[in-house]
């Protein structure tokens, strides 16, 4: 949409993706030669459809911003996601709110918080940050920004959430658990609890070497009425820095925040290390702070730095990371972990 950032060149890049290959492993991923260096990657399996759509943006030579906003909004509408948009579980009162943030490499970014009845509060997002002198809205105050933009006012408790909300009030213990955006998405059995959920972080950079990032969710579900976790924070769900590269998490939240993960992370890029020495590290620093309580959640990191390397780590196994490129569209990778 916008093009008044080009921080590197498309030669740049594919001397970057030239040097690289090779060296991916389940960990790390360099970058295809194909399509000047373009790559967007996400968080979970959910996160290869939304690459998909990203990649549509960026195979065309679009914006890294539109990029990674086109494609969050894949699972926000997605009926089987119940950690994104408006099929998200509800908070303990059987509300649905919704969180997002969107930063480009400049440092321009919005956010909304603990927004109901909009289905793609990415969007509202970036309209914060393009027609507001704010970063954050929330609440009420977000909803009445986003009906004044133009959008539709919905009802998103879908009948499937409201039941699971309605069987959890059976016992109404609330316990965060690990890796449920695997276990909920598809019901695929992998670790992880059903009363747990949670987020989708992207980030992309295009052919002309811009970065931005996207991160969206509906929060842990049975949450607190009015609790907000990482992903709507700039600096701990999401960063991005065109001169470094950028960085979003998944897990819980409150952990993240209290570390500002996603600055730590691009902070570390800066200082030299890899992204998957930056994660790792991030990562670490949370262990060491809270050792006992570690042991039963879960964070994760996912970090691409400015020449298109990439970079994951987690506490638990079980976290995985969608690498979209000219090379391969749907890839899949398992993070390392501390356990």
Known sequence: MTDRRDFLKASLLGASALALAGKADAGTAAPSKGAAGARVISTWDFGVAANQAAWAVLSKG??????????????????????????????????????ASIMDADGSCGAVAALE???????????????????????????????????????????????AWKEWLKTARYQPSANSEVRDYGKTGMPGGKDNHDTIGMLAIDASGRLAGACTTSGMAWKMRGRVGDSPIIGAGLYVDGDVGGATSTGVGEEVIRNAGSFLVVELMRQGRSPQEACQEAVMRIVKKRPNASKDLQVGFLAMNKHGDVGA????????????????????????SVY
């Not at 086109?70 to 509300?95: I, L, Q």
């Not at 509202?124 to 959008?151: I, K, S, W």
């Open 62 to 99: 679009g914006h890294a911003l539109d990029a990674v906003e086109t494609g969050v909004m894949v699972p926000e509408a997605d009926m089987k996601n119940h950690s994104v948009g408006r099929a998200g579980y509800p908070d303990r009162d059987g509300h649905v709110t919704l969180d």
């Open 117 to 163: 009845h909009i289905a793609h509060p990415i969007q509202v997002a970036r309209r914060v940050m393009e027609r507001t002198p704010h970063v954050l809205l929330v609440g009420d105050g977000a909803l009445q920004f986003a009906l004044e933009e133009g959008f539709k006012k919905e009802e998103l408790l879908t009948p499937e959430s409201e039941q």
């Open 313 to 336: 780590f987690a506490i638990q196994p079980g976290f995985s990371y969608a690498v979209c490129d000219a090379k391969r569209q749907d890839g899949l990778l398992p993070s390392k």
